[in-house]
Protein backbone atom coordinates (compact mmCIF):
# COMPACT_ATOMS: atom_id res chain seq x y z
CA UNK A 1 0.00 0.00 0.00
CA UNK A 2 2.49 2.68 -1.35
CA UNK A 3 0.36 5.13 -3.20
CA UNK A 4 -2.27 6.92 -0.64
CA UNK A 5 -4.85 8.89 -2.07
CA UNK A 6 -6.48 10.99 1.03
CA UNK A 7 -9.96 12.44 0.28
CA UNK A 8 -10.19 15.15 2.41
CA UNK A 9 -7.09 16.72 4.11
CA UNK A 10 -8.17 18.32 7.30
CA UNK A 11 -8.18 17.05 10.98
CA UNK A 12 -8.61 13.72 10.12
CA UNK A 13 -7.40 13.00 6.97
CA UNK A 14 -4.51 15.01 7.26
CA UNK A 15 -3.64 13.27 10.59
CA UNK A 16 -4.28 9.85 9.63
CA UNK A 17 -1.75 11.00 6.52
CA UNK A 18 1.23 12.37 8.84
CA UNK A 19 1.11 9.19 10.85
CA UNK A 20 0.66 6.55 7.93
CA UNK A 21 3.44 8.30 6.56
CA UNK A 22 5.77 8.56 9.79
CA UNK A 23 5.37 4.43 10.08
CA UNK A 24 6.37 4.25 6.44
CA UNK A 25 8.18 7.01 4.83
CA UNK A 26 8.23 5.26 1.68
CA UNK A 27 4.62 5.60 0.70
CA UNK A 28 3.50 8.55 -1.42
CA UNK A 29 0.48 10.64 0.40
CA UNK A 30 -1.67 12.28 -2.84
CA UNK A 31 -3.75 14.60 -1.54
CA UNK A 32 -7.21 15.42 -3.44
CA UNK A 33 -10.05 18.26 -2.36
CA UNK A 34 -12.59 20.34 -3.91
CA UNK A 35 -10.44 23.48 -2.78
CA UNK A 36 -7.22 24.16 -3.80
CA UNK A 37 -6.09 26.35 -1.45
CA UNK A 38 -6.81 23.33 1.04
CA UNK A 39 -4.38 21.43 -0.90
CA UNK A 40 -1.62 23.63 -1.10
CA UNK A 41 -1.86 24.46 2.73
CA UNK A 42 -2.08 20.79 3.33
CA UNK A 43 1.13 20.61 0.73
CA UNK A 44 3.22 23.35 2.77
CA UNK A 45 2.39 21.35 6.11
CA UNK A 46 4.20 18.59 4.24
CA UNK A 47 0.47 16.69 5.19
CA UNK A 48 0.71 15.01 1.82
CA UNK A 49 3.19 14.65 -0.98
CA UNK A 50 1.32 15.40 -4.19
CA UNK A 51 -1.97 17.25 -5.22
CA UNK A 52 -4.62 14.91 -7.09
CA UNK A 53 -7.64 14.89 -8.24
CA UNK A 54 -10.39 12.37 -7.81
CA UNK A 55 -9.88 10.48 -11.08
CA UNK A 56 -6.34 9.39 -9.87
CA UNK A 57 -7.64 7.16 -7.80
CA UNK A 58 -7.50 4.23 -10.21
CA UNK A 59 -3.76 4.48 -9.04
CA UNK A 60 -4.58 3.76 -5.88
CA UNK A 61 -3.46 1.00 -3.49
CA UNK A 62 -5.43 2.84 -0.24
CA UNK A 63 -8.10 5.67 -0.49
CA UNK A 64 -8.70 7.09 2.37
CA UNK A 65 -12.08 9.05 2.72
CA UNK A 66 -12.40 12.11 5.26
CA UNK A 67 -14.92 14.42 4.47
CA UNK A 68 -18.39 15.32 5.52
CA UNK A 69 -20.84 12.37 5.61
CA UNK A 70 -23.14 13.86 3.06
CA UNK A 71 -20.07 13.99 0.58
CA UNK A 72 -19.30 10.94 1.48
CA UNK A 73 -22.24 8.99 1.13
CA UNK A 74 -22.28 11.04 -2.53
CA UNK A 75 -18.71 10.58 -3.75
CA UNK A 76 -18.23 6.69 -2.34
CA UNK A 77 -20.10 4.59 -5.11
CA UNK A 78 -18.02 7.05 -7.48
CA UNK A 79 -14.87 6.06 -5.76
CA UNK A 80 -15.25 2.66 -5.93
CA UNK A 81 -15.99 2.85 -9.66
CA UNK A 82 -12.77 4.14 -9.87
CA UNK A 83 -10.32 2.11 -8.02
CA UNK A 84 -8.49 -0.70 -9.12
CA UNK A 85 -9.66 -4.30 -8.01
CA UNK A 86 -7.16 -4.42 -5.51
CA UNK A 87 -7.43 -1.43 -4.08
CA UNK A 88 -8.70 -0.82 -0.02
CA UNK A 89 -11.02 1.92 0.35
CA UNK A 90 -11.91 3.26 4.15
CA UNK A 91 -13.65 6.46 5.13
CA UNK A 92 -13.98 7.30 8.59
CA UNK A 93 -16.94 8.69 8.91
CA UNK A 94 -18.99 10.41 12.10
CA UNK A 95 -22.29 7.80 10.89
CA UNK A 96 -22.17 4.18 9.52
CA UNK A 97 -25.46 3.28 8.50
CA UNK A 98 -26.27 5.57 5.66
CA UNK A 99 -22.30 5.20 4.26
CA UNK A 100 -22.57 1.49 4.50
CA UNK A 101 -26.30 1.59 2.62
CA UNK A 102 -24.65 3.52 -0.56
CA UNK A 103 -22.33 1.11 -1.35
CA UNK A 104 -24.35 -1.98 0.15
CA UNK A 105 -24.92 -3.45 -3.59
CA UNK A 106 -21.86 -2.00 -5.28
CA UNK A 107 -20.10 -4.49 -7.13
CA UNK A 108 -16.97 -3.41 -5.30
CA UNK A 109 -18.39 -3.62 -1.64
CA UNK A 110 -15.77 -6.12 -0.83
CA UNK A 111 -13.00 -3.36 -1.20
CA UNK A 112 -14.54 -1.10 0.66
CA UNK A 113 -14.04 -0.77 4.97
CA UNK A 114 -16.15 1.62 7.12
CA UNK A 115 -14.90 3.00 9.80
CA UNK A 116 -15.02 5.35 12.50
CA UNK A 117 -11.52 6.49 14.53
CA UNK A 118 -12.85 7.99 17.84
CA UNK A 119 -10.72 11.06 17.65
CA UNK A 120 -10.50 14.27 16.97
CA UNK A 121 -10.28 18.21 18.22
CA UNK A 122 -12.67 20.99 17.58
CA UNK A 123 -10.91 22.59 14.98
CA UNK A 124 -11.02 21.48 11.08
CA UNK A 125 -8.67 21.88 8.37
CA UNK A 126 -5.07 21.04 7.62
CA UNK A 127 -3.65 23.38 10.00
CA UNK A 128 -5.36 21.06 12.34
CA UNK A 129 -4.09 17.65 11.78
CA UNK A 130 -1.05 16.73 13.61
CA UNK A 131 1.16 13.63 14.59
CA UNK A 132 -0.16 10.88 17.18
CA UNK A 133 -4.04 11.81 17.34
CA UNK A 134 -4.74 8.73 16.87
CA UNK A 135 -2.64 6.98 19.39
CA UNK A 136 -4.59 4.68 22.37
CA UNK A 137 -7.92 5.79 20.41
CA UNK A 138 -10.43 3.24 19.01
CA UNK A 139 -11.38 2.92 15.75
CA UNK A 140 -14.87 1.36 15.26
CA UNK A 141 -15.08 -0.89 12.16
CA UNK A 142 -18.76 -1.36 11.13
CA UNK A 143 -19.80 -4.49 8.46
CA UNK A 144 -15.95 -6.05 8.88
CA UNK A 145 -17.31 -9.25 6.96
CA UNK A 146 -18.46 -7.56 4.05
CA UNK A 147 -14.54 -6.37 3.26
CA UNK A 148 -11.99 -8.96 1.30
CA UNK A 149 -10.48 -10.84 4.06
CA UNK A 150 -7.35 -9.65 2.52
CA UNK A 151 -8.12 -5.64 2.77
CA UNK A 152 -9.42 -6.48 6.45
CA UNK A 153 -5.80 -7.58 7.46
CA UNK A 154 -3.70 -4.78 5.81
CA UNK A 155 -6.23 -2.43 7.86
CA UNK A 156 -6.14 -3.77 10.55
CA UNK A 157 -2.66 -3.45 10.42
CA UNK A 158 -2.12 0.00 9.23
CA UNK A 159 -4.56 1.42 11.69
CA UNK A 160 -3.18 -0.44 14.89
CA UNK A 161 0.75 -0.05 14.00
CA UNK A 162 -0.20 4.30 14.50
CA UNK A 163 -1.71 3.22 17.89
CA UNK A 164 -5.59 2.52 17.51
CA UNK A 165 -7.44 -0.31 19.14
CA UNK A 166 -9.82 -1.71 16.52
CA UNK A 167 -13.85 -2.59 18.13
CA UNK A 168 -16.48 -4.12 15.79
CA UNK A 169 -20.15 -3.04 16.02
CA UNK A 170 -22.88 -2.89 13.22
CA UNK A 171 -23.66 0.46 11.75
CA UNK A 172 -27.00 0.38 13.58
CA UNK A 173 -25.51 0.08 17.43
CA UNK A 174 -22.68 2.90 16.47
CA UNK A 175 -24.90 5.35 15.21
CA UNK A 176 -27.04 4.94 18.36
CA UNK A 177 -24.21 4.66 20.69
CA UNK A 178 -22.15 7.40 19.21
CA UNK A 179 -25.71 9.51 19.04
CA UNK A 180 -25.60 9.58 23.33
CA UNK A 181 -21.68 9.68 22.83
CA UNK A 182 -20.68 12.48 20.93
CA UNK A 183 -23.66 13.83 18.88
CA UNK A 184 -25.53 14.79 22.29
CA UNK A 185 -22.55 16.19 23.21
CA UNK A 186 -22.21 18.19 20.37
CA UNK A 187 -25.16 19.77 20.93
CA UNK A 188 -25.23 20.57 24.54
CA UNK A 189 -22.30 22.38 23.46
CA UNK A 190 -23.89 24.49 21.30
CA UNK A 191 -26.40 25.12 22.54
CA UNK A 192 -25.04 26.37 26.21
CA UNK A 193 -22.73 28.90 23.73
CA UNK A 194 -25.73 30.04 22.50
CA UNK A 195 -27.65 30.49 25.68
CA UNK A 196 -24.73 32.20 26.89
CA UNK A 197 -23.98 34.35 23.88
CA UNK A 198 -27.45 35.45 24.12
CA UNK A 199 -27.52 36.44 27.47
CA UNK A 200 -23.82 38.65 28.06
CA UNK A 201 -24.03 40.90 25.39
CA UNK A 202 -21.26 42.80 27.12
CA UNK A 203 -18.33 40.93 26.45
CA UNK A 204 -16.45 41.30 29.35
CA UNK A 205 -18.20 39.40 31.49
CA UNK A 206 -17.69 36.38 29.54
CA UNK A 207 -14.28 37.15 29.51
CA UNK A 208 -14.22 37.43 33.18
CA UNK A 209 -15.70 34.45 34.14
CA UNK A 210 -15.11 32.14 31.77
CA UNK A 211 -12.68 29.94 33.50
CA UNK A 212 -15.55 28.23 36.05
CA UNK A 213 -16.24 25.38 33.85
CA UNK A 214 -18.07 27.56 31.11
CA UNK A 215 -14.85 27.17 28.76
CA UNK A 216 -14.58 22.82 28.65
CA UNK A 217 -18.32 22.31 28.89
CA UNK A 218 -18.54 25.13 25.50
CA UNK A 219 -15.27 23.76 23.73
CA UNK A 220 -17.28 21.79 20.93
CA UNK A 221 -19.32 24.80 20.36
CA UNK A 222 -16.11 25.64 18.23
CA UNK A 223 -16.54 22.85 15.76
CA UNK A 224 -17.49 23.25 12.34
CA UNK A 225 -21.21 23.47 11.23
CA UNK A 226 -20.19 22.17 7.94
CA UNK A 227 -18.91 18.75 8.92
CA UNK A 228 -21.96 18.42 12.10
CA UNK A 229 -25.26 19.95 9.73
CA UNK A 230 -25.31 16.23 7.56
CA UNK A 231 -24.28 14.26 10.76
CA UNK A 232 -27.07 15.20 12.58
CA UNK A 233 -29.05 14.92 9.32
CA UNK A 234 -28.23 11.30 8.74
CA UNK A 235 -28.09 10.68 12.14
CA UNK A 236 -31.31 12.19 12.64
CA UNK A 237 -33.75 9.60 14.54
CA UNK A 238 -30.75 9.12 17.29
CA UNK A 239 -30.24 12.43 17.66
CA UNK A 240 -33.50 13.37 18.59
CA UNK A 241 -34.25 10.37 20.97
CA UNK A 242 -31.06 11.48 23.07
CA UNK A 243 -32.20 15.22 23.11
CA UNK A 244 -35.94 14.53 23.89
CA UNK A 245 -33.78 12.24 27.20
CA UNK A 246 -31.75 15.19 28.12
CA UNK A 247 -34.04 17.89 27.86
CA UNK A 248 -36.56 15.51 30.05
CA UNK A 249 -33.39 14.99 32.70
CA UNK A 250 -33.29 19.14 32.28
CA UNK A 251 -36.56 19.58 33.01
CA UNK A 252 -36.34 17.43 36.28
CA UNK A 253 -33.51 19.03 37.95
CA UNK A 254 -35.34 22.65 37.56
CA UNK A 255 -38.28 21.01 38.70
CA UNK A 256 -36.62 19.43 41.66
CA UNK A 257 -35.11 22.81 42.50
CA UNK A 258 -38.34 24.81 42.07
CA UNK A 259 -39.82 22.41 44.18
CA UNK A 260 -36.90 23.20 46.75
CA UNK A 261 -36.22 19.71 46.99
CA UNK A 262 -32.38 19.85 47.23
CA UNK A 263 -32.10 16.93 48.75
CA UNK A 264 -33.09 15.38 45.58
CA UNK A 265 -30.81 17.95 43.62
CA UNK A 266 -28.09 16.38 45.45
CA UNK A 267 -28.72 12.53 44.92
CA UNK A 268 -29.09 13.47 41.08
CA UNK A 269 -25.49 14.88 41.08
CA UNK A 270 -24.39 12.19 43.49
CA UNK A 271 -25.69 9.62 41.30
CA UNK A 272 -23.90 10.84 38.14
CA UNK A 273 -20.81 11.01 40.19
CA UNK A 274 -20.65 7.83 39.24
CA UNK A 275 -19.25 8.60 36.21
CA UNK A 276 -15.83 9.44 37.66
CA UNK A 277 -15.58 5.88 38.18
CA UNK A 278 -16.22 5.00 34.26
CA UNK A 279 -14.12 7.68 32.65
CA UNK A 280 -11.25 6.37 34.70
CA UNK A 281 -11.61 2.99 33.16
CA UNK A 282 -10.66 4.90 30.34
CA UNK A 283 -7.07 6.53 31.43
CA UNK B 1 -0.22 39.36 57.75
CA UNK B 2 1.47 36.78 59.35
CA UNK B 3 -1.16 34.59 60.79
CA UNK B 4 -3.14 33.17 58.65
CA UNK B 5 -6.30 31.02 59.04
CA UNK B 6 -7.52 28.42 56.39
CA UNK B 7 -10.96 27.22 56.90
CA UNK B 8 -11.79 24.85 54.72
CA UNK B 9 -8.56 23.32 53.09
CA UNK B 10 -9.53 21.42 50.07
CA UNK B 11 -8.62 22.79 46.17
CA UNK B 12 -9.75 26.17 46.60
CA UNK B 13 -8.53 26.93 50.23
CA UNK B 14 -5.92 24.32 49.97
CA UNK B 15 -4.11 26.24 46.51
CA UNK B 16 -4.25 29.65 48.41
CA UNK B 17 -2.93 28.19 51.32
CA UNK B 18 0.11 27.04 48.98
CA UNK B 19 0.32 29.79 46.73
CA UNK B 20 0.54 32.46 49.87
CA UNK B 21 3.05 30.55 51.34
CA UNK B 22 5.41 30.54 48.01
CA UNK B 23 4.85 34.16 48.35
CA UNK B 24 5.73 34.87 51.80
CA UNK B 25 7.75 31.80 53.53
CA UNK B 26 7.28 33.41 56.97
CA UNK B 27 3.44 33.02 57.08
CA UNK B 28 1.94 30.55 59.45
CA UNK B 29 -1.20 28.69 57.73
CA UNK B 30 -3.69 27.13 60.66
CA UNK B 31 -5.84 25.26 58.69
CA UNK B 32 -9.70 24.65 60.34
CA UNK B 33 -11.90 21.83 59.04
CA UNK B 34 -14.89 20.13 60.75
CA UNK B 35 -13.04 17.03 59.73
CA UNK B 36 -9.62 15.97 61.80
CA UNK B 37 -8.78 13.72 58.64
CA UNK B 38 -9.19 16.41 56.37
CA UNK B 39 -6.61 18.06 58.21
CA UNK B 40 -3.96 15.64 59.10
CA UNK B 41 -4.00 15.17 55.21
CA UNK B 42 -3.66 18.92 54.73
CA UNK B 43 -0.60 18.67 57.00
CA UNK B 44 0.77 15.76 55.59
CA UNK B 45 1.09 17.33 52.07
CA UNK B 46 2.36 20.49 53.74
CA UNK B 47 -1.07 22.23 52.67
CA UNK B 48 -1.01 23.54 56.46
CA UNK B 49 1.39 24.30 58.93
CA UNK B 50 -0.74 23.86 62.27
CA UNK B 51 -3.92 22.54 62.68
CA UNK B 52 -6.34 24.73 64.61
CA UNK B 53 -10.00 25.15 65.97
CA UNK B 54 -12.25 28.01 65.17
CA UNK B 55 -12.23 29.93 68.23
CA UNK B 56 -8.21 30.20 67.40
CA UNK B 57 -9.05 32.79 64.79
CA UNK B 58 -8.81 35.46 67.51
CA UNK B 59 -4.59 35.49 66.67
CA UNK B 60 -5.79 35.96 62.94
CA UNK B 61 -4.26 38.44 60.86
CA UNK B 62 -5.80 37.06 57.67
CA UNK B 63 -8.74 34.23 57.66
CA UNK B 64 -9.55 32.72 54.37
CA UNK B 65 -13.00 30.70 54.23
CA UNK B 66 -13.81 28.22 51.79
CA UNK B 67 -15.97 25.94 52.56
CA UNK B 68 -19.57 25.09 51.14
CA UNK B 69 -21.92 28.38 50.45
CA UNK B 70 -24.59 27.41 53.07
CA UNK B 71 -21.57 26.81 55.94
CA UNK B 72 -20.35 30.19 54.79
CA UNK B 73 -23.72 32.26 55.76
CA UNK B 74 -23.83 30.03 58.97
CA UNK B 75 -20.46 30.85 60.65
CA UNK B 76 -19.19 34.05 58.83
CA UNK B 77 -20.93 36.16 61.43
CA UNK B 78 -19.37 33.93 64.16
CA UNK B 79 -15.74 34.38 62.34
CA UNK B 80 -16.44 37.99 62.33
CA UNK B 81 -17.32 37.86 66.16
CA UNK B 82 -13.84 36.32 67.02
CA UNK B 83 -11.38 38.12 64.92
CA UNK B 84 -9.46 41.08 66.25
CA UNK B 85 -10.17 44.41 65.28
CA UNK B 86 -7.31 44.76 62.58
CA UNK B 87 -8.42 41.47 60.83
CA UNK B 88 -9.04 40.41 57.77
CA UNK B 89 -11.84 37.73 56.62
CA UNK B 90 -12.31 37.01 52.78
CA UNK B 91 -14.69 33.90 51.69
CA UNK B 92 -13.94 32.13 48.22
CA UNK B 93 -17.71 31.58 47.88
CA UNK B 94 -19.15 30.79 44.23
CA UNK B 95 -22.09 32.72 45.33
CA UNK B 96 -22.04 36.27 46.97
CA UNK B 97 -25.97 37.67 47.55
CA UNK B 98 -26.57 35.49 50.37
CA UNK B 99 -23.28 35.91 51.93
CA UNK B 100 -22.66 39.60 51.50
CA UNK B 101 -26.43 39.71 53.46
CA UNK B 102 -25.45 37.49 55.93
CA UNK B 103 -22.98 39.97 57.21
CA UNK B 104 -24.36 43.41 56.33
CA UNK B 105 -25.70 44.49 59.56
CA UNK B 106 -22.26 42.99 61.60
CA UNK B 107 -20.67 45.60 63.38
CA UNK B 108 -17.34 44.32 62.08
CA UNK B 109 -18.62 44.07 57.65
CA UNK B 110 -15.77 46.60 57.24
CA UNK B 111 -13.02 43.77 58.14
CA UNK B 112 -14.72 41.32 55.73
CA UNK B 113 -14.04 41.15 52.01
CA UNK B 114 -16.43 38.99 50.33
CA UNK B 115 -14.82 37.69 46.86
CA UNK B 116 -14.89 34.48 44.16
CA UNK B 117 -11.61 33.70 42.48
CA UNK B 118 -13.00 32.14 39.15
CA UNK B 119 -10.65 29.24 39.07
CA UNK B 120 -11.35 25.52 40.37
CA UNK B 121 -11.22 21.92 38.96
CA UNK B 122 -13.95 19.06 38.95
CA UNK B 123 -11.44 17.51 41.89
CA UNK B 124 -12.26 18.27 45.88
CA UNK B 125 -10.41 18.35 48.91
CA UNK B 126 -6.41 18.69 49.96
CA UNK B 127 -5.52 16.10 47.34
CA UNK B 128 -7.18 18.58 44.51
CA UNK B 129 -4.93 21.90 45.93
CA UNK B 130 -1.82 22.70 43.75
CA UNK B 131 0.93 25.64 43.47
CA UNK B 132 -0.43 28.27 40.79
CA UNK B 133 -3.95 27.35 40.34
CA UNK B 134 -4.37 31.34 40.46
CA UNK B 135 -2.02 32.36 38.13
CA UNK B 136 -3.57 34.34 35.26
CA UNK B 137 -6.94 33.91 36.93
CA UNK B 138 -10.19 36.77 37.83
CA UNK B 139 -11.04 37.32 41.62
CA UNK B 140 -14.36 38.87 41.59
CA UNK B 141 -14.51 40.98 44.63
CA UNK B 142 -18.07 42.19 45.41
CA UNK B 143 -19.23 45.59 47.77
CA UNK B 144 -15.43 46.44 48.05
CA UNK B 145 -16.72 49.89 49.42
CA UNK B 146 -17.51 48.16 52.33
CA UNK B 147 -14.48 46.91 53.58
CA UNK B 148 -11.95 49.51 55.20
CA UNK B 149 -9.58 50.56 52.95
CA UNK B 150 -6.76 49.39 54.45
CA UNK B 151 -7.76 45.90 54.47
CA UNK B 152 -9.00 46.20 50.75
CA UNK B 153 -5.34 47.27 50.05
CA UNK B 154 -3.70 44.44 51.64
CA UNK B 155 -6.22 41.55 50.03
CA UNK B 156 -5.20 43.30 46.52
CA UNK B 157 -1.58 43.29 46.65
CA UNK B 158 -2.18 39.67 48.85
CA UNK B 159 -4.04 38.80 45.69
CA UNK B 160 -2.26 40.18 42.82
CA UNK B 161 0.65 38.78 44.06
CA UNK B 162 -0.43 35.24 43.29
CA UNK B 163 -1.14 36.31 40.03
CA UNK B 164 -5.20 36.85 40.00
CA UNK B 165 -6.61 40.06 38.19
CA UNK B 166 -9.13 41.71 40.19
CA UNK B 167 -12.40 42.53 39.02
CA UNK B 168 -15.01 44.89 40.78
CA UNK B 169 -18.86 43.37 40.75
CA UNK B 170 -22.07 44.12 42.56
CA UNK B 171 -23.59 40.30 43.96
CA UNK B 172 -26.47 40.47 42.52
CA UNK B 173 -24.37 40.95 38.99
CA UNK B 174 -22.33 38.33 39.99
CA UNK B 175 -24.59 36.19 41.22
CA UNK B 176 -26.49 36.44 38.00
CA UNK B 177 -23.73 36.24 35.40
CA UNK B 178 -22.16 33.14 37.38
CA UNK B 179 -25.12 31.50 36.75
CA UNK B 180 -24.81 31.56 32.94
CA UNK B 181 -21.24 31.03 33.43
CA UNK B 182 -20.65 28.25 35.79
CA UNK B 183 -23.84 27.08 37.18
CA UNK B 184 -25.48 26.21 34.13
CA UNK B 185 -22.68 24.49 32.86
CA UNK B 186 -21.95 22.12 35.60
CA UNK B 187 -25.89 21.27 35.04
CA UNK B 188 -25.75 20.92 31.52
CA UNK B 189 -22.81 18.22 32.71
CA UNK B 190 -23.95 16.19 35.35
CA UNK B 191 -27.54 16.35 32.83
CA UNK B 192 -25.36 14.86 30.11
CA UNK B 193 -23.66 12.29 32.24
CA UNK B 194 -26.96 10.89 33.16
CA UNK B 195 -28.45 11.04 30.10
CA UNK B 196 -25.74 8.44 28.73
CA UNK B 197 -25.15 6.47 32.01
CA UNK B 198 -28.93 5.74 32.32
CA UNK B 199 -29.11 4.54 28.28
CA UNK B 200 -25.96 3.10 28.36
CA UNK B 201 -26.17 -0.27 31.12
CA UNK B 202 -23.27 -1.80 29.07
CA UNK B 203 -20.42 0.14 29.94
CA UNK B 204 -17.90 -0.90 27.71
CA UNK B 205 -19.65 0.98 25.04
CA UNK B 206 -19.19 4.01 26.82
CA UNK B 207 -15.54 3.01 27.44
CA UNK B 208 -14.99 2.72 23.78
CA UNK B 209 -16.53 5.88 22.44
CA UNK B 210 -15.85 8.82 24.92
CA UNK B 211 -12.99 9.72 23.29
CA UNK B 212 -15.61 11.71 20.42
CA UNK B 213 -15.82 14.67 22.70
CA UNK B 214 -18.06 13.84 25.35
CA UNK B 215 -15.11 13.52 28.42
CA UNK B 216 -14.60 16.92 28.09
CA UNK B 217 -18.24 17.67 28.02
CA UNK B 218 -18.90 15.47 31.08
CA UNK B 219 -16.35 16.61 33.07
CA UNK B 220 -18.10 18.70 35.40
CA UNK B 221 -20.05 15.99 36.15
CA UNK B 222 -16.85 15.15 38.63
CA UNK B 223 -17.88 17.92 40.55
CA UNK B 224 -18.87 17.49 44.62
CA UNK B 225 -22.50 17.74 44.97
CA UNK B 226 -21.56 18.67 48.70
CA UNK B 227 -20.37 21.95 47.42
CA UNK B 228 -22.66 22.34 44.53
CA UNK B 229 -25.82 21.81 46.02
CA UNK B 230 -25.96 24.35 48.46
CA UNK B 231 -25.14 27.36 44.91
CA UNK B 232 -27.66 25.79 43.66
CA UNK B 233 -30.03 26.50 46.67
CA UNK B 234 -28.63 29.90 46.98
CA UNK B 235 -28.32 30.90 43.66
CA UNK B 236 -31.71 29.36 42.73
CA UNK B 237 -34.02 31.89 40.76
CA UNK B 238 -31.10 32.58 38.32
CA UNK B 239 -30.06 29.34 37.69
CA UNK B 240 -33.71 28.31 37.17
CA UNK B 241 -33.78 31.47 34.29
CA UNK B 242 -30.49 30.15 32.47
CA UNK B 243 -32.36 26.64 32.76
CA UNK B 244 -35.08 27.72 31.23
CA UNK B 245 -33.17 29.38 28.20
CA UNK B 246 -31.00 26.53 27.64
CA UNK B 247 -33.96 23.61 28.10
CA UNK B 248 -35.96 26.26 25.15
CA UNK B 249 -32.94 26.43 22.98
CA UNK B 250 -32.59 22.85 22.61
CA UNK B 251 -36.02 21.94 21.82
CA UNK B 252 -35.50 24.73 19.35
CA UNK B 253 -32.78 23.00 17.90
CA UNK B 254 -34.68 19.43 18.37
CA UNK B 255 -37.82 20.82 16.82
CA UNK B 256 -35.41 22.52 13.74
CA UNK B 257 -33.91 18.52 13.37
CA UNK B 258 -37.57 17.27 13.64
CA UNK B 259 -38.96 19.37 10.73
CA UNK B 260 -35.81 18.98 8.30
CA UNK B 261 -35.02 22.17 8.17
CA UNK B 262 -30.93 21.70 8.51
CA UNK B 263 -30.37 25.12 7.01
CA UNK B 264 -31.80 26.72 10.07
CA UNK B 265 -29.30 23.81 11.87
CA UNK B 266 -26.49 24.96 10.22
CA UNK B 267 -26.99 28.21 11.18
CA UNK B 268 -27.56 27.28 14.67
CA UNK B 269 -23.96 26.02 14.94
CA UNK B 270 -22.80 29.14 13.06
CA UNK B 271 -24.29 32.01 15.03
CA UNK B 272 -22.54 30.34 18.30
CA UNK B 273 -19.30 29.56 16.46
CA UNK B 274 -18.61 32.76 17.69
CA UNK B 275 -17.83 31.75 21.17
CA UNK B 276 -14.18 30.93 19.58
CA UNK B 277 -13.65 34.54 19.19
CA UNK B 278 -14.68 35.77 22.60
CA UNK B 279 -12.67 32.19 24.32
CA UNK B 280 -9.55 33.07 22.59
CA UNK B 281 -9.77 36.72 24.03
CA UNK B 282 -9.44 34.75 26.97
CA UNK B 283 -6.05 33.05 26.32
Chains 1, 2 share one sequence.
Not at 27 to 46: C, P
Not at 52 to 73: N, R
Amino acid sequence: MKQIYSIGVGLIGGSLALDIKKQDPEVVIHGISRKDATLNQALELNIIDKKAVLEDVKHADLVIVSIPVDATVKLLPTILDLIPETALVVDAGSTKLDICKAVENHPKRRNFLAMHPIAGTEFSGPTAAFEGLFIGKTNIVCEVEKTTFKLQEKALKLFTDIGMRIRYMNPEAHDKHIAYMSHLSHISSFMLGKTVIDKEKNERDIFDMAGSGFESTVRLAKSSPEMWTPIFEQNKTNVIETLEEYINNLKHFKELMEQDDFEAVFNEMKNTNHIKDILNGIA
